[in-house]
């Protein structure tokens, strides 16, 4: 079953954890489709969360942030990799999913956008009903556990150690 947007309007707390272990489904220009199941996400939550875009306040950049539940967001990493993100919570209220990890050699956020060919074209885009790319629930209810966020010590050891990296548990 496809999610909806409405899976992701919700707290990114409640929505990330339970993204682990959804299927992405990317369908590419010839038609070739891929399936990889999410391993890892983390959590970026609002203005005061120091490790969100959203905590610099609204800029061109972190416009997206602001927009409707199930939005994809997408950002260049140190200019070199695209990031890819889910919006959820409430419109105005800036809170984001990275789907950091999917099951194989797609172990970090910068490798599965290259291996599912996303890039800046997908940005603004919604999740739902999306011919490129969707999230689909196949029932698959694994074990999770949590971790440090990763990659963000300039937020402070008090946001960079929040618990909001959730990981399949394959122990």
């Known amino acids: 079953m496809k ?9 990114c707390l409640d929505a990330a954890p339970d993204l682990v272990g959804k299927v992405i489904v990317r369908t ?10 999410i391993t890892e996400t983390e959590a970026y939550r609002g203005e005061e969360d120091k490790g969100c875009h ?3 306040g609204r800029t061109p950049r972190t416009e997206m942030l602001y927009r409707e539940s199930g939005l994809i967001y997408v950002y260049l990493c140190y200019g070199v990799h695209y990031m890819m ?3 959820t919570g409430e ?6 999913i990275l789907i950091r990890a999917c099951e194989g050699k797609y ?6 956008t290259k291996a599912l060919q996303i890039d800046k074209s997908f940005n603004g885009e919604c999740i739902e009903n999306n011919p490129r790319i969707y999230i689909e629930d196949d029932g698959v209810k694994p074990e999770i556990r949590t971790d440090k966020r990763v ?8 946001w960079a150690a929040k618990p909001w990296r959730f990981i399949l548990d394959e122990e």
């Open 91 to 96: 419109k105005e209220q800036p809170q984001g």
């Open 3 to 11: 999610l909806t947007s409405e899976f992701f309007h919700r707290d």
């Open 107 to 112: 172990n970090g956020p910068g490798k599965l």
């Open 151 to 158: 990659g963000i010590d300039y937020a402070g050891e008090e």
């Open 28 to 37: 590419l220009n010839d038609g070739t489709e891929i399936r990889l199941r």
């Open 85 to 87: 993100n889910i919006i």
């Open 54 to 56: 959203a905590s610099k």
